[in-house]
């Protein structure tokens, strides 16, 4: 009998970039200027 390989899904990769493309697009929708990727990370640390 021919064996199957399982693969599970990585859903919290996923979710996880998601949520971070969220973020980051309600950020462009408030600000009231142009942002960039460093005023972005240092919003967030």
Do not use: H, N, Q, Y
Request: no cysteine; glycine share 6%; net charge negative.
């Amino acid at each position: 009998m021919p064996t199957t390989k399982t693969i599970e899904p990585s859903s919290s990769k996923g979710t996880e970039s998601a949520d971070r493309v969220a973020d980051v697009l309600l950020l462009f929708s408030r600000a009231d200027g142009a942002l960039g990727v460093s005023e972005i990370a240092r919003l967030w640390d």
